[in-house]
């Protein structure tokens, strides 16, 4: 019942004032914690002793992989917040986090064939955490697509809602890709119930990286959410004093 309350207290000029306050600390703070991860990770970590310098198109593929589940973890509990309460902000949280998942996720997949062309000797290859990963990819897309082909924003919003959460079966099958089937993906070296097993001076500067993208990805999905809101409701009376 709490959270029901609280869900229902967000109103559309409500999330509007709110988000206008956060975005622009949010997006200050990624500029500070990617310039820092990445200077300290391209620059000062030493080289791994097996891959040598080509190891540090680490400091970008790993947080975008993070990124590409961590956005659709958003879109999961918006779905279900959606679905239950019918609080249409969480629509547009929704599908401002698709989108973006889904750069994310591409940006991930186009990395790691830059990474795994030295280390494998090739592109791609239909290993569990690439294709998991690739189906990740399509499921933002689907998602994108099946709201775009609905003129009833409330059958869209349904549609895309059931979709939504039908598609997070993937995200565990992604984590645990590694542990589950023999890859050539390596296994996990920052989450893993055991110390990590990355060097401190490399894994500082990727925890500030990652820190760095979660801070950009949810200031550029509110401002995208921030945006279609006020395309969707510019008839109303206080779009007119923003």
């Not at 206008?20 to 310039?35: D, Q, R, V």
């Not at 990355?198 to 945006?227: E, H, R, V, W, Y």
């Amino acid at each position: 019942m709490m959270l029901k309350k609280l869900f229902k207290t967000i109103s559309s000029e409500g999330y509007y004032d709110f988000t206008n306050i956060i975005i622009p600390w949010l997006l200050f703070l990624s500029l500070i914690f990617i310039s820092l991860g990445l200077y300290q990770g391209l620059f000062i970590a030493p080289s791994d002793y097996q891959q040598g310098d080509a190891f540090r198109i680490m400091y970008v593929h790993v947080p975008s992989a993070w990124i590409s589940l961590f956005a659709y973890s958003i879109v999961f509990f918006s779905a279900l917040i959606s679905i239950i309460w019918h609080i249409k902000v969480y629509d547009l949280i929704l599908l401002a986090s698709c989108k973006l998942g889904a750069v994310f996720t591409f940006f991930t997949l186009t990395t790691g064939a830059i990474w795994g062309k030295p280390m494998w000797g090739t592109w791609w290859a239909w290993d569990a955490r690439l294709t998991s990963e690739l189906i990740l990819f399509f499921i933002y897309i689907s998602i994108l697509l099946l709201h775009g082909s609905f003129e009833d924003k409330r059958k869209a919003s349904i549609s895309v809602n059931i979709l939504a959460i039908v598609g997070f079966i993937n995200i565990p099958i992604i984590h645990f890709s590694v542990e589950w089937w023999n890859t050539l993906h390596q296994g996990p070296s920052v989450i893993k119930l055991s110390t990590p097993s990355i060097a401190g001076d490399m894994l500082t500067p990727l925890i500030i990286t990652a820190l760095g993208f979660t801070f950009f990805f949810l200031g550029t999905m509110l401002k995208s959410s921030q945006n279609m809101l006020l395309n969707n409701e510019k008839n109303k009376s206080w779009t007119k004093l923003v």
